[in-house]
């Protein structure tokens, strides 16, 4: 359907005020004004609508192309509501401008409406279209083709363990990569670097090996006989220590020649004269060097070392056959030394690691402090409830909506038979206990008669189940509360001692009751915890400001 209001008039101007507007003009012959009376005229697209159909509502403006025209902006059409509003053609005919603007209306309730006047104003001229009625019909729903269910019980729901899946992978993670560093770095066999692989070698072969080494080295070339001579006394010196086990690299050239004479003597040294003499002759000449200063030729130099060689041959040939039980000894000593080289690397491993942990858990406390490193290391309660999956949903009926972090369980509530007269039906939903940690719980109320609640009441109610689980020298304030969405109710909070079951300890537990309601029915959220617990405090905050109810029965 199409209906199109008439054009606008403009009414029959008196004459004296015609001619106040000639003498206007006279004065000012500069100033423009509209040749002719702008034209107005309303569409609309259909008078009936179902709920949340829409109707097209244009208005178009003919005037001149000077004129400055505002069309009704923002829930101007209401009861209706406006959906958008589109701009529609602009045309224009030499000195006239045609302009259209058009707006989708809606309404979610049925029943009969009328569209006010809209207010068009061109050069701050006020004009008025014309009003309309507007009926808005229901839609028809045939409940007999469609087939009705029972309500479905309610189903126990197992709790996620996503997030503890999740955490369990982190720190086995974490361990993992720890376990790897300490390996690669402490307890793996690493690859010998040629000091150690030589240090490994026995005494004989590792002596003869170091002479080559000084055999091609430089020392001489570059006149540096002093090192020269060091290095060859400390390796025969050494290998006398390791080998002949007597005490060279501490001992005088007179007192090692000594102790090997004696050794000889003893039979435990079967070397001759001439190779002690020998010995004795370039240990002689190394002390001549090395504090003396001299220098002996390059080719005295070269044949000590091939002497010290030949002596090193000799004492290894000299020296007996070890014995089974010394070779077991030796044996024995090896993998002592090996089990002592092992727990030398377990130990730096662990001190490595318990340093880690320390200077993460400094570096942690210093940052996080050490309430939020201890709660997080070894749990908290309320804390694994904030950080947790929060559920949010609506409970009885006048529904109360919030979110927790846990779903509320519907309880069997019995009502003494006083109380069952007055009471249609009750729904009550609660999570934790009041002498718990934290405790959140809603009751939606609907009464037999269309009588107010009585918020005190019910309040005084609650507080008395408060005493009798142990809550006492309770403080109570009451303050208004409003939920995001407006709707205002009473607040009552304060603060109470509670005696902990079984012991002589008390703590001091924060509570908050908030009551709404209206004609027939009363709401009620009831929320108690520890006083100083701050997750809990964040938690209760976090209710509070999602909280919303119904206040339509």
Request: hydrophobic content about 40%; aromatic content about 10%.
């Amino acid at each position: 359907m199409r209906v199109e209001s008439s054009k606008l008039k403009v009414r029959n101007v008196p004459t004296p005020f015609v001619l106040m507007i000639l003498l206007c003009l006279f004065l000012n012959p500069f100033s423009g004004f509209s040749q002719e009376n702008p034209n107005i005229s309303v569409e609309l697209d259909t008078l009936s609508i179902k709920i949340g159909e829409q109707i097209q509502y244009k208005i178009t403006v003919e005037a001149d192309s000077t004129d400055v025209v505002h069309f009704p902006e923002g829930q101007t059409f209401s009861p209706l509501e406006t959906v958008e509003a589109i701009i529609g053609d602009t045309l224009k005919n030499n000195s006239k401008v045609t302009l259209q603007r058009i707006y989708a209306l809606t309404q979610f309730d049925s029943g009969a409406y009328t569209i006010p006047p809209q207010r068009i104003a061109i050069n701050e001229q006020p004009f008025f279209t014309d009003s309309f009625n507007i009926k808005v019909a229901d839609v028809v729903v045939d409940t007999t083709k469609q087939k009705m269910y029972d309500i479905k019980p309610l189903m126990q729901v197992e709790k996620s363990y996503a997030k503890l899946w999740k955490t369990l992978f982190w720190v086995l993670l974490g361990l993992l990569i720890i376990g790897g560093l300490v390996y690669w770095f402490f307890l793996r066999k690493k690859p010998l670097t040629e000091e150690e692989k030589e240090a490994l070698l026995p005494p004989y072969d590792r002596a003869l090996l170091e002479l080559k080494k000084l055999e091609n080295s430089r020392y001489l070339i570059q006149d540096e006989y002093k090192r020269y001579y060091s290095e060859l006394t400390d390796i025969v010196r050494m290998y006398l220590e390791d080998e002949v086990h007597v005490s060279a690299m501490e001992s005088t050239t007179g007192q090692l020649i000594t102790k090997l004479e004696m050794l000889r003597d003893a039979g435990e040294l079967k070397i001759d004269d001439d190779t002690l003499d020998q010995f004795k002759k370039i240990l002689e000449t190394a002390d001549l060097v090395k504090f003396a200063k001299s220098k002996p030729a390059t080719s005295v130099a070269e044949q000590d070392r091939k002497l010290v060689e030949q002596i090193v041959v000799k004492t290894h040939e000299a020296l007996p056959e070890p014995t089974e039980e010394e070779l077991l000894l030796n044996e024995e000593y090896l993998e002592e030394l090996a089990k002592k080289k092992q727990r030398k690397r377990i130990y730096w491993a662990a001190a490595i690691f318990a340093g880690l942990v320390v200077l993460g858990g400094g570096i942690s406390v210093a940052y996080f402090g050490f309430k939020q490193v201890r709660d997080t290391v070894f749990g908290y309660p309320t804390k694994e409830l904030l950080e947790g999956e929060w559920v949010s949903s609506s409970y009885g009926f006048p529904p109360v909506e919030l979110e927790t972090p846990d779903v509320l369980i519907r309880q069997e509530v019995k009502l003494p038979p006083e109380t069952e007269e007055l009471i249609k039906e009750l729904q009550s939903f609660s999570y934790g206990s009041y002498v718990g940690i934290f405790s959140v719980s809603t009751s939606s109320v609907t009464y037999k008669e269309e009588t107010d609640p009585d918020f005190n009441a019910a309040v005084g109610s609650t507080l008395s189940n408060f005493e009798k689980f142990g809550l006492k020298n309770i403080i109570t304030k009451q303050e208004e509360f409003v939920t995001q969405s407006g709707v205002k109710g009473l607040k009552t909070y304060g603060t109470g001692t509670l005696d902990a079951p079984g012991s002589s300890d008390s703590k001091r537990a924060k509570y908050n009751i908030l009551s709404f309601g209206g004609k027939g029915f009363m709401q009620q959220v009831v929320i108690t915890w520890e006083d100083g617990d701050e997750y809990a405090e964040q938690i209760v905050d976090r209710i509070l400001n999602t909280l919303d109810v119904k206040t339509q029965v």
